[in-house]
């Protein structure tokens, strides 16, 4: 006959086991007896938000949770994290974390400190054409174009963007410019934040012409307004003649449109008729009837009126 024992002792075991447990759930029960539950706010992500993008409203949900069930790191109010730019992905549904963003203030990027609706534009520059190197992040600056007679048919400056904000100095996007050796570097590049309209004129006059940049004070708003200056304003030029060469700087006052004055066709000659002094003399006209052939005509004859002078 088989041994009973282990199968006793394991299911006296097996009750006491059950018994504890319903001993412990009735504790629990007790002590909770009377006490409500607590819940808070927090905030989920709505949809799947990707690295290196700037938080907005629509991104974001509030959920009401047990406070047990809150992460201590999570955001508890839109308003902390609005404008943030993510670090790491936040997947859909999931509790945003403080640890998972980045203020744009301590963001060292260009792409986040341009503003929604503009573009950033970069042109070269050298010593002269970059003010020497003291033109910084934050500054406002004017930028002059200059075209050959090529382009715009004489030679010419032109204003092309009035007080724009430079938004970078090389890769710099602070006012501290100085290199390696600690002094102060001149940089190749500066990048400008535009309008897209004015990207596209920047752009266009820097292939087509030299581009200077023109300092401004800081409280300057006043842009004045100028059509552009053209080289004979300043300098006494007249073009060339198909054929007759080179043409030639000169002293010599210069008209305002010298190639529509040169080729201006001669004024046509007219043959002068000589005067008849004598038409010239005052007279007084007689009527006279003749009668021939039993006809009568009338005819008329002058007689220089007396006492007054020829012309």
Known sequence: MLNKKPLIVALVMGLIAVALVFSYIKRVEKANAGKQIEYGKVVIAKEQIPVRTKIKETMLDEQVVPTDAIHPDAVTELDEILGKVTNQVIFEGEQILNAKFEDTE?????????????????????????????????????????????VTGIDSSFTILSNVMVKA??????????????????????????????????????????LRLTLRHPDDVYTPSSDGTQIFEFVKYYPPIEGEGKAVATTEPMPQYPEYFRNMPEPEKVEEVPIDVKSLVPVEKIRVELIL???????????????????
């Open 106 to 150: 301590n963001l060292k990027d260009l792409a986040f400190i341009i503003e929604e609706g503009n573009r950033g534009v970069t042109i070269g520059v050298t010593d002269v054409k970059g003010l020497g190197g003291n033109v910084k992040p934050g500054d406002h600056v004017d930028v002059v174009g200059t075209f050959d007679k090529e």
């Open 169 to 210: 100095v090389g890769n710099s996007l602070g006012p501290d410019q100085a290199d390696e050796t600690g002094k102060g570097a001149v940089a190749r590049t500066v990048t400008l934040e535009v309008t897209p309209q004015q990207a596209e004129k920047l752009v266009l006059a820097d292939d087509k012409g030299s």
């Open 293 to 311: 052939g039993g006809q009568v005509q009338e005819v008329f004859l002058e007689k220089p009126i007396a006492n007054q002078p020829a012309v």
